[in-house]
C-alpha cells in the first residue's frame, strides 16, 4: 500500500510540473512587449526662407503617425499636414515636434529676416533730344529710395564736355524734364535737323557725334548704383555697311587663293555670288550673298572688305574707321534643298595695323528649316582702322554646303 501511495503522488507532481510548463510556452515565451513606433517627418520647410521685416513666410509640413504635432515659437498645436503663414521681426528657428506612444520627433527650418536696408537715391537719364535744333533736352529720374540732394548733369560731345545743368533736389520716384540752359547746340547736322543758316559742307553732312549726357556728374550725391549716371547716342546719320552690298568689291580666296567673282556654283574650289536664292525657310529672296566653301574636307571660302572708293575710275581699298556703339548682325541660312550639309560655321574677322587675321566667335549653322542671327559687338574695335573678312568654314563633308547671307552689315545703335 505505502509503494502505491507514492506511486501516485509522483504522478499528480509530475502533472503538475507539466501543465505548468505548457501555461509557460503559450503565455511567457513571447518576449518583451514591441515599442511603438515614432511619428515620421516627412517634410517642414519654409517658403520663402528669407524675407524683409513685415513680409510673410510660409511653413509648410507633412507628418505621418503622430498624435500631436506642434510649432514653436507662435505657431502652436497644429494637424499632421497643412501650412501657416508667419512673419517674424527677426530671424527665428521654427521647430515642429512629432509626437505619439513611442516618443517625439523633431525638425527645424530657419527664416532669415534681412536687415532693414538704409534707401539712397538713384539718379539716371532716361532721355534725351534736341529740339529747334539748338536745345538739348533731357529727363531725369530719382529711380532711389530716397530723396536726392540738389547736382549738376552733364553734357559731354565726342567725349569732351560741353556743358552743365544744376539740378534740384529730387523726391525718390521723382522724374523731371529739363535741359541745358546755358548752351546752344551749335552743329549744323543732328538727325535730320539743321540749322537753316548753315552752309553745310560734304564732310558736315556726313559727320556723326557721340553725345553722352550724365547725372550726378560732379559726384555731390551718394547713390545706390554709381555706374548708371549716363546715357549716351549717336546723332548724325548712323554708320552702315553693308557687305552683300559691296561683295563684288571684296577679294574671295580659299586656302589655294583668289577666287573669280562671279565663280559658278559648280566650281570645286569654292563660289560667292550675289543673286536671288530659295532657302530652307520656304521663303525667296532677292540680291543675297551665296557663299560656298571650297569642295573639301574643312574646306573654306573667305572674302576681304574694306572702304572702297574711285580714282580715275580704279576701285581701291582702304581700312574701315569702326565707329563708336557698332556692331555686326546677319542672318544666314542654306538654299532650300541642301539636306545633305552637315553643317558649316560662320565668322567674322578683322585684319588690324599688325596684318594679322583674327576672328570673333564663329557660329555653327545648319539645315533646319530656319535661319540663324549672327551678332558680334564691335565697340573695343572704335576708331580702329581695319579690313573686314566673312568667312564659311566646312566639315567633314563639303556636300551641299549652300551657305547664304540673307543680310550681313556694320550698324550703329
Not at 82 to 94: K, L
Not at 120 to 148: C, R
Request: charged content about 25%; aromatic content about 10%.
Amino acid at each position: 500500500m505505502k509503494k502505491r501511495k507514492w506511486y501516485w503522488i509522483l504522478i499528480a507532481v509530475s502533472l503538475v510540473v507539466l501543465v505548468g510548463s505548457t501555461m509557460g510556452c503559450a503565455t511567457g515565451d513571447k518576449g518583451a512587449p514591441e515599442e511603438s513606433a515614432e511619428a515620421v517627418i516627412n517634410s517642414f520647410t519654409a517658403s520663402p526662407e528669407t524675407i524683409n521685416p513685415g513680409q510673410l513666410a510660409t511653413l509648410s509640413w507633412d507628418v505621418s503617425g503622430a498624435t500631436t504635432v506642434t510649432i514653436e515659437p507662435v505657431v502652436g498645436d497644429v494637424d499632421p499636414s497643412g501650412t501657416e503663414q508667419v512673419s517674424p521681426y527677426a530671424t527665428t528657428m521654427f521647430t515642429l515636434t512629432a509626437t505619439n506612444e513611442g516618443g517625439s520627433t523633431t525638425s527645424s527650418v530657419t527664416v532669415t529676416v534681412t536687415s532693414a536696408v538704409t534707401g539712397k537715391p538713384d539718379l539716371v537719364i532716361t532721355d534725351f533730344w534736341l529740339s529747334g535744333g539748338h536745345t538739348v533736352n533731357y529727363k531725369i529720374k530719382n529711380q532711389g529710395d530716397a530723396d536726392a540732394k540738389s547736382s549738376l548733369s552733364y553734357l559731354y560731345v565726342d567725349d569732351l564736355e560741353t556743358a552743365n545743368d544744376y539740378i534740384e533736389p529730387l523726391a525718390a520716384g521723382q522724374e523731371m524734364t529739363t535741359k541745358f540752359s546755358n548752351y546752344s547746340w551749335d552743329f549744323p547736322l543732328v538727325g535730320g535737323a539743321t540749322r537753316p543758316e548753315a552752309v553745310i559742307s560734304a564732310a558736315e553732312a556726313t559727320r556723326t557725334y557721340h553725345v553722352e549726357v550724365c547725372a550726378d556728374g560732379d559726384d555731390a550725391v551718394e547713390e545706390s548704383d554709381e555706374a548708371n549716371n549716363c546715357s549716351d547716342q549717336i546723332w548724325g546719320p548712323k554708320f552702315t555697311y553693308d557687305f552683300v552690298d559691296k561683295a563684288a568689291k571684296a577679294t574671295w580666296k580659299n586656302s589655294s587663293g583668289e577666287l573669280e567673282w562671279v565663280a559658278a556654283p559648280t566650281n570645286k574650289k569654292g563660289a560667292a555670288f550675289v543673286g536671288k536664292v530659295i532657302l530652307e525657310d520656304g521663303e525667296v529672296y532677292l540680291d543675297v550673298l551665296s557663299t560656298y566653301p571650297e569642295q573639301v574636307a574643312d574646306g573654306w571660302i573667305q572674302g576681304k572688305y574694306g572702304d572702297f572708293y574711285a580714282e580715275a575710275h580704279v576701285t581701291l581699298t582702304r581700312e574701315i574707321v569702326v565707329p563708336e556703339k557698332a556692331k555686326f548682325t546677319a542672318t544666314v541660312g542654306f538654299k532650300k534643298g541642301a539636306i545633305a550639309t552637315d553643317g558649316v560655321a560662320v565668322a567674322l574677322g578683322y585684319i588690324g595695323v599688325d596684318e594679322s587675321l583674327v576672328f570673333f566667335e564663329k557660329l555653327d549653322v545648319y539645315y533646319d528649316e530656319t535661319l540663324d542671327v549672327y551678332e558680334i559687338d564691335l565697340s573695343d574695335l572704335a576708331g580702329e582702322k581695319v579690313y573686314f573678312v566673312l568667312r564659311v568654314e566646312a566639315k567633314d563633308s563639303w556636300e551641299q554646303d549652300w551657305l547664304v547671307w540673307v543680310e550681313a552689315k556694320i550698324v550703329q545703335d
